[in-house]
């Protein structure tokens, strides 16, 4: 079982930019893809990007040409890049495994954005 820990969230203005960071409490480089979530309030988790273990990434429209999911595998962290964030972005970011027939790790505390201006 693997732990993750969310950091590098924050209060941000429409248009800014963010990078999350999310570090495992193992190896990260024999799981299949890893994946960033977000929830907002009263809303559903949802997926917002997938990076497997081959560097493939892929995006929810939403996200799509603003935000870039990148690995280290030599620091057991997953990153986010979230640029020209928008008001819509706001919500509490987790990671976990991705692709995996619903049985995820434990969730983490995640990470507060908020775009606002």
């Known amino acids: 079982q693997v732990q993750f820990v969310e950091s590098g969230g924050g209060l941000v203005q429409p248009g800014g930019s963010l990078r999350l960071s999310c570090a495992a409490s193992?190896?990260?480089?024999?799981?299949?893809?890893m994946g960033w979530y977000r929830q907002a309030p009263g809303k559903q988790r949802d997926l917002v990007a997938t990076i497997t273990s081959h560097n493939v990434a892929e995006y929810a429209d939403s996200v799509k040409l603003r935000f870039t999911i990148f690995r280290d595998d030599a620091k057991n962290t997953v990153y986010l890049q979230m640029n020209s964030l928008k008001p819509e972005d706001t919500a509490v970011y987790y990671c976990?495994?991705?692709?995996?027939?619903?049985?995820?790790?434990?969730w983490g505390q995640g990470t507060q954005v908020t775009v606002s201006s």
């Open positions: 193992g190896s990260i480089s024999t799981i299949y893809a």
């Open positions: 976990n495994v991705a692709y995996s027939g619903n049985y995820y790790h434990a």
